[in-house]
């Protein structure tokens, strides 16, 4: 079955950098479709960035120009670089994968959640 397995997130100062990932296991045909969403405490989750494979992404407009979201299908691996940290970026980060991949019942495309990393920054 398909499983994500995230990484990178820790303590850092604000203005540095930290570079989240997020793998899958499982026979992953195509990875469609990439999101990363954070919730801080006592707030909603948000969608911080996204990218459609072979497109452009689109970025949260409190953090353009600082992440940049990318992908690597050989490791069936995606990432969201953080750049120029802020205080307000501490959150847990999670990513969603829309993927096509084969499973128990054949191939299916389906979307699947990371368990979530800490990000926290600090002044």
């Known amino acids: 079955q398909v499983q994500l397995v995230e990484s990178g997130g820790g303590l850092v100062q604000a203005g540095g950098s930290l570079r989240l990932s997020c793998t899958a296991s499982?026979?992953?045909?195509?990875?469609?479709?990439v999101k990363w969403y954070r919730q801080a405490p006592g707030k909603q989750r948000e969608l911080v960035a996204e990218?459609?494979?072979?497109?452009?992404?689109n970025y949260a407009e409190h953090v353009k120009g600082r992440f940049i979201i990318s992908q690597d299908n050989a490791k069936k691996t995606v990432y969201l670089q953080m750049n120029s940290l802020k205080p307000e970026d501490t959150a847990v980060y999670y990513c969603?994968?829309?993927?096509?991949?084969?499973?128990?019942?054949?191939?299916?495309?389906?979307?699947?959640w990371g368990r979530g990393t800490q990000v926290t920054v600090s002044s």
């Open positions: 969603n994968l829309d993927l096509t991949a084969a499973q128990d019942m054949g191939i299916s495309r389906n979307e699947h």
């Open positions: 499982g026979i992953i045909l195509h990875i469609n479709k």
């Open positions: 990218m459609t494979t072979g497109s452009s992404p």
